[in-house]
Nanobody, 128 residues
């Protein structure tokens, strides 16, 4: 059974950094583009970043460009989200997800309905 498990969330002051990890089951991980989404209290789930399996192309929401970096280690079946210069508005539960295929491009990467598998989420709180 495919499984995604996020970790690395916590409480951090504004301007600080966190690195989120998402560990995936092996056979499942190697065939999918991966993404990160977040959901703040009372708000919809929003796209944060995605990375394709082929070529390692990356895509980011405008709100996190230049501050967040998505990466993957296929040998460890893990995808990461390095978050720097955190702001209080980054406070949310962060979810990793597996896209429906190995490659996503542009707008397609940002559509939650195009992702087939989701983790349980990890909470990030940024204090001002």
């Amino acid at each position: 059974q495919a499984q995604l498990v996020e970790s690395g969330g916590g409480l951090v002051q504004a301007g600080g950094s966190l690195r989120l990890s998402c560990a995936a089951s092996g056979r499942f991980f190697s065939s999918y583009a991966m993404g990160w989404f977040r959901q703040a209290p009372g708000k919809e789930r929003d796209f944060v970043a995605a990375i394709s399996w082929i070529g390692g192309d990356t895509y980011y929401a405008d709100s996190v460009k230049g501050r967040f970096t998505i990466s993957r280690d296929n040998a460890k079946n893990t995808v990461y989200l390095q978050m720097n210069s955190l702001k209080p508005e980054d406070t949310a539960v962060y979810y990793c997800a597996a896209y429906k295929t190995y490659y996503c491009s542009g707008y397609g990467c940002s559509l939650a309905e195009e992702y087939d598998y989701w983790g349980q989420g990890t909470r990030v709180t940024v204090s001002s």
